[in-house]
Nanobody, 122 residues
């Protein structure tokens, strides 16, 4: 059984930084494709970033470049999302996702984590 387990969410002040972790269990997914989506209250789930394939190509959603960084550790079967200069509009549930084509959207995701809440507020 494949599981994606996220950690690292919580409350952070505007302008701060946060790193989210996701580890995969049950299958070696980090070299296939892993990444992150987010869903803010009342909005659709949107693609944030992904690391795909053995060469580790990175992909970012619209308006995600600059403040977002994604990395992976294939030995730990894990992916990490660092968010800098956090804004209140970054408040959302962040979901770990896995699959070789997740950069094309939620319909391409093979596995989902349960999500971790990030709240940006003073």
């Amino acid at each position: 059984q494949v599981q994606l387990v996220e950690s690292g969410g919580g409350l952070v002040q505007p302008g701060g930084s946060m790193t989210l972790d996701c580890s995969a269990f049950g299958r070696a997914l980090s070299s296939v494709g892993m990444g992150w989506f987010r869903q803010a209250p009342g909005k659709e789930r949107e693609f944030v970033a992904a690391v795909i394939g053995t060469d580790g190509s990175t992909y970012f959603g619209n308006s995600m470049k600059g403040r977002f960084a994604i990395s992976r550790d294939t030995a730990k079967n894990s992916v990490y999302l660092q968010i800098n200069s956090l804004k209140p509009e970054d408040t959302a549930v962040y979901y770990c996702a896995a699959g070789e084509s997740i950069m094309f959207g939620a319909s391409r995701v093979d596995y989902w984590g349960k999500g971790t809440l990030v709240t940006v507020s003073s």
